[in-house]
């Protein structure tokens, strides 16, 4: 009897099994790491967006009317607060990378330290405000600049925020 039909029809199944499932191991790897990618990005937007809702609702309540210095503390306090920054923080700092939670936490301190300065008593028109608001843009410019690599996307050739690298902190792009 002919055994090597019935050979190469089974090494032929073999084959064909096993190249099937390694392309569907491939389609699974890339829709995984796809998946993952926009998961980051999601992350990466939401932080970024909430942190600078932080920022800008801590400044325009600091410069809102209050009855009292205390009424204003708190609310900005509550500002900082309403914004999710810290939940922000803790999703990030359990999907981004080490050098991009350590640019992000960096990023949070300094809206924290705005934040404090602000509920201190401190005006928007201060030298200390501009100059901790400042701080504040680059760490965030970092942040941001980071997460860019970390996504793939090129670094923006201008500065989105705050003032220009060569300038003192006077007028706002």
Known sequence: MNWMSPLFTIVGVIIGSGVTLLVEQWRWQRDHQREAKQILRETFVSYLTHTARA???????????HSSPDERRLAILAAFTEANVYEERFRLTMLAPTHVVELAVHSFRKCR?????LASGTETSDDAFRSAQLEY??????????????LGIPKLLFVPLG????QPPVTPL
């Not at 920022?55 to 009317?65: A, I």
């Not at 843009?137 to 970390?150: G, H, I, L, N």
């Not at 003032?163 to 060569?166: Q, V």
């Open 55 to 65: 920022h800008e609702s801590m400044r325009q309540v600091s410069e809102g009317v």
């Open 163 to 166: 003032y220009p690298p060569d």
């Open 113 to 117: 330290a705005v934040r404090d300065l």
């Open 137 to 150: 843009f680059r760490a965030v410019q970092a942040t941001s600049d980071a997460m860019r690599k970390e």
